[in-house]
DNA sequence: TTTCAACACGCAAACGTTTTCGAGACCTTT
DNA sequence: AAAGGTCTCGAAAACGTTTGCGTGTTGAAA
């Protein structure tokens, strides 16, 4: 039950000054080359590390980044936390997580808590809370003392900070392109309410598709979502809504979800209503995760490559904490990738 | 752009000395009522929140919770991650999350870097490649140091510490019990290699599942997976084993798979071969994840309450970490729950 | 007026580092 | 032998807190 050695500890059993230590184990030439060689020896054997407390205080930076996210039993934001994780690690940073659950004053209390010592800066994703108050004080705060703040995926056009975030607009215009050009003529869209930025921006994409593409869009099939259909056993009153618009329009032959339970759900419920996949109905989901892939059929879908934006953030943000130039903010735009599969019949 | 407030800035400010100040603003009765207000005041005023590494350092204890895991991109683990931030955070502990993505030197790596100070303890999954080397000397000298760990879900039995497990043989061995008792005769297994400590008992509970409900066992139906399949390219050499074993089996009437891609693999496959499921055949997974529940047909599968586990395991470590008695190292086994869904013909 | 408590506050140490500066010991040079 | 120069090391400050103890001021009691 030995505790953590400490320099003073090593200096004392030594008979030597706590600097003297120090400075042997930085490989000072000021200390004797035999000194040096006595202490680092009895260094190893204690597994001498210095405290990183200690540093933190010191040096005034810990090396650690924090990370706020909605939520992280979700296939997306657990990819980003991995090109986090990852790429922290290789630049010498920790990575502290912290949840919001979707609530604003999770949200505060948590960039309270990390902001008050703990990290250098941010990487967050801010809730849907705060989006619907439209409350960003605690951002500014944070920014103002001179903390600097990542924003990924969910935008704060009037924040101004690093962001990175993917073309969403471009993302699902060009997966509704590709519907058209496949032959369908009735799309209809599975989104959310707008005030979640990344579904609003889908949905432009899908219209912009239509537009370009010169195809009639009709309002009537675009099915927006209450979020709390996402909980996960409010997936039956989703489904009869989408039922109930497959009864209205049977002219639908594509369906365009922007995420990934939304287009499985299109998919399932025609499926059960007799509809064949590809073949009468082809369908696009956003968002490439697990349930794409294992679908039945597979679903083709927009990946947003995850750990490359969690890459990003990291890269913004170190950069900004090691660089003394406050240059103007970025942002980062990063295109996705069509993944065809099954559910499609792109002919690419 | 004014960095954050501090003791010694705000006594100088208001001509008193940095202990009244901290004395005030923690409402000791030694500072009377009038100082106490102007200062309570004045650092409301500046946001004054004490920094957290100088408590860090002056307490011994940082108030953090260190946890590693193999990989993140994995319901499981971010159902536990999410358990165990959300608990912390009730409890006034943050999270600092480290991964090893499955590798010895990696876990090591984290362990030593993150037992410098940063953290008060440890919750960790071991990876699959400490597993393999047996070689558990980082986690003995942690213990030794006097941080306290907590293993979830990888067992390690000669290591003494706290623990909290999954009870993997009464979960397989209860949804393989009730395979046969709803009809089944021939039941496959689809399983890991035996070094992983869970795949290993969930293959016990299915053979004791036979034993005890006196079916015999065939074992030509165990199919042992190398892990390597995991990767999510993989899929393809999975799935034509799995083929293959149906090929020459066609007697098989169910199907266990020790995790969720392993059991959805093996319905697709049967599903495209003409099985009908439940029908023909029935099937149960071990990890209720998102994948089960979108699966078509929904999939009968064992939970584990990964929320319950993070949840536990936090509770064990602060409970050492606050209390010094150094009681018995415990052992918390959690049941699991069979969650039944269109995959099987249970009749309950 | 002296004495003594109560009150209000400041000093200083401690947590574990790093780093600047100064100082003693020894050696070389004149 | 004195002066100067190297080596080798130690003292102390600093990072931002908390806290035990000392101290000065006040008021009241003797």
Same mark, same amino acid.
């Given at each position: 039950m030995k505790k953590k050695a400490t320099l003073k500890e090593i200096a004392n059993e030594l008979g030597v000054s706590i600097s003297t230590v120090s400075k042997a184990l930085k490989g000072s030439t000021e200390i004797s080359e035999e000194t040096t060689e006595k202490i680092t020896a009895f260094a190893k054997l204690l597994h001498y590390r210095?405290?990183?407390?200690?540093?933190?205080?010191? $040096?005034? /930076?810990?090396?650690?980044?924090? @990370?706020?996210?909605p939520e992280i039993v979700h296939h997306f934001f657990s990819e980003v936390i991995q090109g986090i994780e990852t790429f922290a690690n290789e630049k010498g940073y920790n990575v502290l997580i912290a949840l919001s659950n979707e609530s604003f004053d999770k949200e505060v209390f948590n960039i309270d808590t990390l902001a008050s010592g703990s990290i250098d800066g941010f990487i967050l994703s801010v809730s849907k809370g705060t989006l619907k108050n439209q409350d960003f004080h605690h951002l500014y705060e944070t920014i103002n003392q001179g903390?600097?703040?990542?924003?990924?995926?969910?935008?704060? #056009?009037?924040?101004?900070?690093?962001? @990175?975030?993917?073309?969403?607009?471009?993302?699902?215009?060009?997966?509704?392109?590709?519907?058209?050009?496949?032959?369908?003529?009735?799309?209809?869209?599975?989104?959310?309410?707008?005030? @979640?930025?990344?579904?609003?921006?889908r949905t432009q994409g899908y219209l912009d598709a239509h537009t370009r593409q010169g195809i009639a869009q009709n309002p009537d099939l675009?099915? /927006?979502?209450?979020?709390?259909?996402?909980?996960?056993?409010?997936?039956?009153?989703?489904?009869? /809504?989408?039922? +109930?618009?497959?009864?209205?329009?049977?002219?639908?032959?594509?369906?365009?979800?922007?995420? +990934?339970?939304?287009?499985?759900?299109?998919?399932?419920?025609?499926q059960r209503m007799g509809y064949k996949i #590809?073949?009468?109905? &082809?369908?696009?989901?956003?968002?490439?995760?697990?349930?794409?892939?294992?679908?039945? #059929?597979?679903l083709t879908s927009v990946k947003q490559h995850g750990q490359n934006?969690? /890459?990003?953030?990291?890269?913004?943000?170190?950069?900004?904490? +090691?660089?003394?130039?406050?240059?103007?903010?970025?942002?980062? @735009?990063?295109?996705?990738?069509?993944? &065809?599969?099954?559910?499609?019949?792109?002919? $690419?």
């Open positions: 210095p405290n990183n407390i200690a540093l933190s205080l010191k $040096n005034r /930076r810990t090396k650690t980044i924090g @990370v706020i996210i903390m600097p703040i990542v924003l990924f995926d969910r935008q704060i #056009p009037e924040i101004s900070c690093d962001k @990175v975030i993917v073309d969403d607009f471009q993302g699902s215009r060009r997966a509704v392109e590709a519907l058209i050009g496949a032959g369908c003529k009735h799309i209809a869209l599975i989104t959310t309410e707008d005030y @979640v930025d990344v579904g609003f921006k675009i099915l /927006r979502v209450n979020d709390q259909f996402f909980s996960e056993d409010a997936l039956v009153p989703l489904q009869s /809504r989408i039922k +109930e618009m497959f009864l209205l329009h049977p002219e639908i032959d594509g369906i365009f979800g922007v995420n +990934e339970v939304y287009a499985l759900s299109g998919m399932k419920v025609a #590809p073949d009468d109905l &082809q369908v696009v989901g956003f968002t490439d995760g697990v349930l794409s892939k294992h679908a039945y #059929p597979s934006i969690g /890459r990003e953030a990291v890269q913004m943000l170190i950069r900004r904490l +090691e660089s003394e130039s406050d240059g103007p903010f970025e942002t980062k @735009v990063l295109q996705t990738e069509l993944v &065809q599969r099954e559910s499609t019949r792109f002919e $690419n």
